[in-house]
Structures are given as C-alpha cells and as structure tokens.
C-alpha cells in the first residue's frame, strides 16, 4: 500500500485565493483526520470523518475552512479566502491509530 | 476530560545516553496509549502502543509501559543514536471515542 497521499506537497499563494488539499486515505480505512500543525499552535484536530459522514468539526477555525469526504477514497480541505495566518502544514491521517500523510506545507503571502 | 501531559523539551542528550520522556494521562476507563515519532520534514508515525494496564509497548529500542496506578506511559531507551533526534508525540484514545488526544510534543536531539 502507498499509505497516505496528500496533494499538494507545497502550496503558495496569495492572501484572498482558494486553496484546495487533497487526500486519499489508506484503503479499508474508515476514519480520516485532519490536522494543522505550526510553532505557535503545535498540532490540532480541524475535523474527522468516519464512513465518509463529519463527526467532529470543532477544530475548523472558522467558515473560511471547510471538508468534504465524497467517497471513501478521497477527501479535500478548502481554505476561502485564505489569509497569511493560514501558513501551515496540514496533514491528513486514517484509521484507529492515525497513519499520517506527509503533508501540505501552505504559505499564504 | 482526557488529556495528555508530556515534558517539556526541548531535551538533548548524548549519543548512548539513556533517554526517558514522561508521559502522564488524564481520562474516563482504560484508554488505549501511544507514542508518535516526527522526523524533520514528515508527518508523525506510530512508535508503540499499549491497550491495556501493564501492556508493553515496544519497537526499535524504544520502550513503554502502561501504568494505570500513576497514570504514566514514559517513553525509554536504553541507547540513543543521533537518528532518534525529532519529535515525540505521547497519545491516547480513550474506550469509547475514536478521536486521538495527543500531547503537545517533546523535541529530541542527540549530538555525536
């Protein structure tokens, strides 16, 4: 198995664009987490899926973020308007015990 | 509620030393525990595990024991290498959630 994919690897842009991460779970995997790590902050939970369907989405920051799982393959997390508080990793994990993707280093400008 | 407290790093020990990073937890019944490793650069990974009181974990020289009477899953090994430097994650889930506490990370570095 390829363990989880996350695209893309690197991300720039500009304050005000969309900002779309992709990710595909390991398969057979139920649940997908999304997390957001920084110095400041360290590591945080934006939201979790199981069977497709959000469970908890208490760590999304505000309404400029949100996460769709359409499939059991295949989940995005989209920052509109992004701003320069939004530089970041993100990092995508499935299954009960967490394999994590090698994340998405965003920087907002 | 469930939390989980680690030391604070960052720590740095020579190479052989003998390595220990607390670990103490906070949570409802007998939650699973865990230690994550991050490398420079890459998401974390699954170190060990322990599902139930006086559980072991172990893999790659790294050693845990879960201890409900303290409420501890310290993290050991008897010889560091300068390829363990990075970060170490200690974790639980509890019983009944499938949501992952994690503690807020201690940094390791090993100098040659």
């Known amino acids: 198995d390829a363990g989880v994919i996350q695209s893309p690897r690197h991300e720039v842009t500009e304050m005000g664009q969309e900002v779309t991460l992709r990710c595909k779970p390991i398969s057979g995997h139920n649940s997908l987490f999304w997390y957001r790590q920084t110095m400041m902050r360290g590591l945080e939970l934006l939201i979790y899926f199981n069977n497709n369907v959000p469970i908890d989405d208490s760590g999304m920051p505000e309404d400029r973020f949100s996460a769709k799982m359409p499939n059991a393959s295949f989940s995005t997390l989209k920052i509109q308007p992004s701003e320069p508080r939004d530089s970041a990793v993100y990092f995508c994990?499935?299954?009960?015990?967490?394999?994590f993707g090698p994340g998405t280093r965003l920087t907002v400008l | 509620g469930n939390s989980v407290t680690q030391m604070e790093g960052p720590v740095t020990l020579s190479e052989e030393a003998f390595l220990t990073i607390n670990c103490t937890y906070t949570a409802t019944g007998y939650p699973s525990l865990f230690w994550y490793v991050q490398y420079p650069g890459e998401g974390l990974q699954l170190l060990l595990k322990a599902t139930k009181a006086d559980d072991k974990g172990s893999n790659k020289g790294f050693e845990a024991t879960y201890r409900k009477e303290t409420t501890s899953f310290h993290l050991e090994k008897g010889s560091v290498q300068v390829s363990d430097s990075a970060v170490y994650f200690c974790?639980?889930?509890?019983?009944?959630?499938?949501?992952?506490?994690f503690g807020s990370g201690t940094r390791l570095s090993i100098r040659p």
């Open positions: 994990a499935s299954g009960y015990e967490q394999f």
């Open positions: 974790a639980l889930i509890p019983r009944s959630a499938s949501k992952i506490i």
